[in-house]
């Protein structure tokens, strides 16, 4: 449904989008994650057609998006990252322009416009100007307006930014049907782990414009290796860890220490009996959380990849394997 | 070129609502006009006993009600940049061509449903007779030549020049030399030469002339100029607002 070849989009010197080879079939919900300024909105843009590649190409249901952009714009729907509804005019205005803009017909246009009211719960505020919204109900107007004329392919940067958790989950379960029952492709952008989590059937994880892994969530977090322990300790030693199996990695930042479990919860009681007294301890299961910052966490990583060079990890290993 | 009609509706609708949304910005738009004609008009007329200046200058500050309302409809397109609106413009499968058109038309109505109450305004003030139908039609479509083609202009500038900070930089160097240097406030007859050739070249005085011409009958360059310069300018104003408002960006 969309594809990607080699898609580069270079701002001056700065590669936003790097050689960007990617492959998203119908039908999917692919969640498209990475720290700031990775290159999710420009990647949208280029498949958006707003913006044109500096080089590479893509297309998006089957249409070239350099050579055919007026025919890429009938297959798709976007909600932006940044705001992009008209203040003059009221909720229900720009929702009905939207409608015009995009063919649908009379009949249609006020029965979905009532829909998607509904569903942002914006319907008492629709004759209100927007310019005296909250900026959550401004959020909402947006997704309001994307969700509404059911296009082959959904374009969501970062849809649900700022929304209290409830209208998130109406949200979150109004996607997942929209995709579901009209088999609708969904790229969507987002910060928030558990959205992606629940949403996605494949996740990119992007850095720097690349993508640095692609899986399903599960297989992402099966890769992590385990859980993390958090514990709080002074005067940690490494050596109190010497013959746990379950204990994959250790990194120390102050008193702090990250210890990645196999099954932390079964474990736990070993682990702790090992360590001896801590003023706190932590559990935080495997999760997207984890697979984003391996993956992209810069300080994260840098630190891990000096522990495991540095002397006390090497020894740790050995004797590990020793045993 | 592909029209979509319902959609040009659709841009034109908006435009009107915007305008129509703020009645603030209705008053405060037709402020500056009547004190030009109120205060200048008033000053010139006892200055040059027997010659009614009030008169010959109200198609002059019709044309700068017309041509600032203009102007700024087509400019704004910067500040649907600026907050984000012309994304959802350019995303959605619309021609560019339509999005221009519309705009155009939108531009156009506001600013004519302005000049039109400039006009009944000053007319009461002025004491000029109501013109013929015949001359009211013609004044009514050079205004809207003379209101399209600003508009048009306004868009081919704002597709370009992207920053908002231009935007006072515009008006103070575009829209204001085409006003003060047309025929807007003097007779061309009795101006400078220099000022004459200038004002001869800038296409705003045969608008002015055209409507001064159908409302108190004297004419410089004749109708026939008027309309065909008019006419012109709005060809070549509208091509070059689809030109580069297709190559346009976010
Ligand atoms: N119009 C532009 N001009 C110059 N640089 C740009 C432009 N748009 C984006 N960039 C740069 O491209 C890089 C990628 O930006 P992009 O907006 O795609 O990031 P993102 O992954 O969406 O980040 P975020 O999570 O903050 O939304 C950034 O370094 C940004 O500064
Ligand atoms: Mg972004």
Partial sequence: MITTSRLTKKFGKLAAVDSLSLDIPEGEVFGLLGPNGAGKTTTINLLITLLKPTSGSATVNGIDVVKHPAEVRKNIGVVFQEPSVDDLLSGKENLEMHAMLYSMPGELRRR??????????????????????????????????????????????????????????HIWKYIARLAKEENMTVVLTTHYMEEADLLCSR???????????????????????????????????????????????????????FLTVEHAHENLQRLLSAVGRVRSVEVREASLNEVFLKYTGRKYREEEEGAEGGWAERTMNAEAQRD | MAFEAGKIYA???????????????????????????????????AL???????????????????????????????????????????????????????????????????????????MLFTGVAVPPLANILGILVLMTVFSCYLVAAGIAIASVVQEVETFQLLMNFLVMPLFFL?????????????????????????????????????????????????FGILAIAFAAATYFFNKTSI
């Fill in chain 1, 203 to 257: 996740i990119g994880i992007m850095d720097h414009g690349k993508i640095v892994a692609l899986g399903t969530p599960k297989r992402l977090k099966h890769e992590v290796g385990g859980d993390v322990v958090v514990l709080k300790q002074e005067g940690f030693d490494r050596s109190c860890l010497k013959g746990l199996k379950f204990v994959k990695k250790v990194k120390v930042d102050g008193d702090e220490v």
């Fill in chain 2, 48 to 122: 040059i006993p027997g010659f009614n200046y009030m008169a010959f200058l109200l198609p002059g500050i019709v044309a700068m009600t017309v041509m600032f309302t203009s102007i700024f409809a087509g400019v704004s397109i910067i500040w649907d940049r600026e907050f984000g609106f012309l994304k959802e413009m350019l995303a959605a499968p619309t021609s560019r061509e339509t999005i221009v058109m519309g705009r155009i038309l939108g531009g156009a109505t506001t600013a004519l449903l302005q000049g039109v109450l400039m006009f009944v305004l000053g």
């Fill in chain 1, 112 to 169: 979905r416009v009532e829909e998607v009211l509904e569903l942002v719960e914006l319907t008492d505020r629709k004759d209100d100007w927007v310019k005296t919204y909250s900026g959550g109900m401004r959020r909402r107007l947006e997704l309001a307006r994307g969700l509404m004329h059911h296009p082959k392919v959904l374009f969501l940067d970062e849809p649900t930014l700022g929304l209290d958790p409830q209208t998130r989950q």
């Fill in chain 2, 182 to 230: 047309s025929s807007a406030l003097f007779p061309l007859e009795q101006m400078p030469a220099w000022l004459r050739d200038i004002s001869s070249l800038n296409p705003v005085s045969y608008a002015i002339d055209g409507m001064r011409t159908l409302v108190i009958g004297t004419s410089h360059f004749g109708l026939l100029y008027d309309f065909g310069v008019s």
């Fill in chain 2, 11 to 45: 841009v034109w609708l908006r435009e009107v609502k915007r305008f129509t949304n703020s009645k603030a910005r209705i008053v405060s738009s037709m402020g500056q006009p009547i004190l030009f004609l109120v205060a200048l008009g008033g000053g010139f007329s």
